[in-house]
């Protein structure tokens, strides 16, 4: 019987090419934890989460900390059966989404390789689409932001998403200098991060009519959801619910108030793959379409973010980028970015992407046994 032997933890520190600025803050670096779980057949399992301080309430911190003693309560265990691991950390603490998904995530690693299926196909999944991710421009001055748009329509991606959640007056501007520098055909989405308060969010998306926006994520503040279908019914643009939905709970419950059009899956809200499975049927017996999303994860995270990208149909969006937009790549094989936008996964079993050993002893780490 396959079982868990040690677990290894390291903070994972990437520098971004330039800030990244959001409505919530300012990202200089890629601030995440990595775990890697080894078993007493020599397979191992890689994970990787991202935590945001303001979205999720964790930090590399506190999941470094967290994760030592969730390691300690799976040692011993099989890691093929998932839900009972899920179980087993939930017991030791409350939420911690962010680490608990980096578990869950080198979890499935195991559990696909020890069936030899890419991660994609152990989860029921067909390459049965292209996926294409759109590239992110952050919050700036509309100058700014149309010279990086246009950068970015240049090298050939196929939408673009724009950090907004300021006043309408500034956010309108940002979009017409885009529009400008880009044309009217290439698809924009925009992300409000919870930055406007219902009667901004109303004014600014009707004012943005004109501009061909395909949606726009979390206009108002994640605790004031109940106000997010109001939102929604005087809003031009398409709602995608991102902070607001963490879980399948907060799935059914915003559909249930037809708050939104789309959902958007980040495995560091949900704690994982197990719990975003839910998320999916959700959306499915709701007839709501998904995106697949992500923090700043590095290339390893990304890599099992598009292999759940195949597990269903319903998932049409694809905001994958994050890898893109930093100065070092330590991840070995993984996802290939290729021209337009176009990212695609190998059929190694498993996630199929790890990091170098001479890497890893760089990190600060903790080894649990």
């Not at 911190?61 to 300690?72: D, S």
């Not at 040692?75 to 939420?95: F, H, L, Q, R, W």
């Not at 559990?111 to 689409?129: E, I, T, V």
């Not at 902070?243 to 399948?248: A, I, L, N, R, V």
């Amino acid at each position: 019987m396959l079982q868990i032997t040690s677990i290894e933890i390291y903070k994972l520190l990437i520098p971004l090419k330039e800030p990244f600025v959001i409505s919530l803050g300012t990202q200089f670096n890629a601030d995440n934890v990595l775990i890697v779980i080894k078993t007493n057949e020599e397979l191992i399992g890689w994970g990787e989460c991202s935590p945001y301080m303001s979205i999720n309430g964790e930090s590399v911190e506190t999941c470094f900390a967290v994760a030592q003693y969730l390691a300690k309560v799976l040692i011993g265990k099989n890691p093929t059966e998932i839900e009972d691991c899920i179980v087993a950390m939930d017991k030791v603490i409350y939420g911690n989404n962010s680490i608990k998904s980096a578990f869950d995530m080198a979890l499935y690693d195991l559990a696909a390789q020890d069936k030899g299926l890419p991660l994609y196909k152990f989860l029921g999944g067909r390459k049965d689409k292209i996926i294409t991710t759109d590239m992110t421009v952050g919050i700036g001055s509309p100058e700014k932001m149309a010279a990086d748009a246009l950068r970015f329509k240049e090298a050939g991606f196929p939408a673009i998403k724009v950090k907004l959640g300021q006043s309408t007056e500034i956010d309108v501007a940002r979009i017409k200098a885009i529009r400008l520098a880009v044309g009217n055909e290439l698809p924009l989405r925009i992300d409000a991060n919870q930055g406007w308060t219902v009667p901004t969010a109303i004014a600014t998306l009707q004012a943005l009519k004109p501009y061909n926006i395909e949606h726009c994520e979390e206009p108002i503040a994640r605790w004031n959801f109940m106000e997010l279908s109001k939102v929604k019914q005087a809003s031009p643009i398409k709602i995608m619910a991102d902070e607001s939905c963490c879980t399948q709970h907060d799935a059914n419950r915003l559909a249930t108030l037809q708050a939104c059009d789309y959902f958007n899956i980040k495995l560091g809200k949900s704690g994982g793959i197990f719990n975003a499975l839910q998320i999916v049927a959700a959306g499915n017996n709701h007839n709501i379409k998904l995106q697949i999303g992500s923090f700043m994860e590095s290339r390893l995270a990304t890599t099992a973010f598009v292999h759940f990208a195949f597990c269903n149909a319903s998932i049409v969006h694809f905001d994958v980028d994050t890898p893109l937009m930093m100065a070092e790549d330590p991840i070995e094989n993984g996802l290939h970015y290729l021209p337009n936008g176009v990212v695609t996964i190998d059929d190694t079993p498993g996630i199929g992407a790890s990091i170098d050993t001479a890497y890893l002893k760089s990190l600060e780490q903790a080894i649990i046994q």
